[in-house]
């Protein structure tokens, strides 16, 4: 078991969400501070002072996670100001969502950046010092389109599935090493946040509540899972999905489940953070 208490946490996409909601669970939970980053230094500061107004220990830092110098600088001086991360929650993404062929290829780079590159660049300036102390735990926040094709969120889909990959090597690596570092690998369905407004959800896969899900993952986190995958149909689809033709499985999410329609009513949140 994995306890809170005492703990540094550290949340990237904090400002508001289930990054927000995890970061004020993780405080209720004993930990003993929490390092706020995101790129809304409007909602960050407003976040930040919410969590502080209860007594809580918190600090901020504006970071671009698609920027590997920034995510360098400011993880050493964080370490230095705060000691070394405890448990990590890589929360920050965004999705465009629209069909490929009109995607600019700044929304394909930024996709990519953000939601695989982005979750590389702050395990990595985090994990050497967490070695060093002999503790850690990094929570990786993929998608279920991480383990499924999905029309209208190409780039998204494939930028999920890098991290998933990742992730889970991450994981078995540290453990190969017998080093005392956790891994949980999060995989939800559309979670109610904002981002991903206009979305229909597909029978039997229904939108996330974000306190549920954010409670879900802190639990996960204290039990010391390696993956989450919320709610059932997302549980069972890498099985569904091994055991299935192609054909008959796009079948049964296109035309049953609804899946590759989803995202044809997709309006989302500009500048939207994966929360």
């Known amino acids: 078991m994995t306890s809170f208490s005492g703990k540094t946490v550290l949340i990237t996409g904090a400002a508001s969400g289930i990054g927000f909601i995890m970061g004020r669970?993780?405080?209720?939970?004993?930990a003993k501070h929490l390092v706020m980053w995101d790129i809304n230094s409007v909602s960050l500061s407003s976040s930040a002072d919410e969590l502080a107004s209860k007594g809580y220990?918190?600090?901020?830092n504006l970071v671009d996670v698609?920027?590997?110098?920034?995510?360098s600088e400011v993880s050493k001086e964080v370490i230095k100001e705060q000691g070394t991360i405890d448990i990590l929650f890589?929360?920050?993404?965004?999705?465009?969502g629209k069909s490929f062929a009109d995607h600019s290829y700044e929304d394909i780079e930024n996709t990519i950046a953000v939601n695989s590159l982005g979750l590389m660049y702050v395990a990595r300036a985090f994990l050497p010092a967490m070695i060093k102390k002999g503790f850690g735990r990094i929570i990786n926040i993929a998608s279920a389109a991480g383990l499924t094709p999905n029309p209208g969120m190409t780039v998204y889909a494939a930028s999920k599935w890098a991290a998933v990959g990742w992730s889970d090597s991450l994981r078995i690596e540290l453990e190969q090493n017998h080093e005392n570092i956790k891994v949980l690998t999060v995989m939800p369905s559309y979670i109610n946040t904002g981002m991903f407004d206009g979305v229909k959800a597909p029978l039997l896969i229904p939108l996330l509540d974000p306190e549920k899900i954010s409670a879900k993952i802190i639990n996960s986190v204290e039990k010391e899972k390696i993956i989450l995958r919320e709610p059932l149909m997302i549980k069972l689809s890498p099985f569904v999905r091994g055991i299935l033709p192609a054909r008959i499985y796009d079948f049964v999410a296109g035309k049953i489940l609804k899946v590759y329609s989803s995202m044809n009513t997709f309006k989302g949140r500009k500048g939207a953070k994966d929360d």
């Open 25 to 30: 669970i993780a405080l209720e939970r004993g």
């Open 57 to 60: 220990s918190v600090s901020t």
């Open 66 to 71: 698609r920027n590997k110098e920034q995510v």
């Open 90 to 96: 890589n929360n920050a993404g965004i999705i465009v």
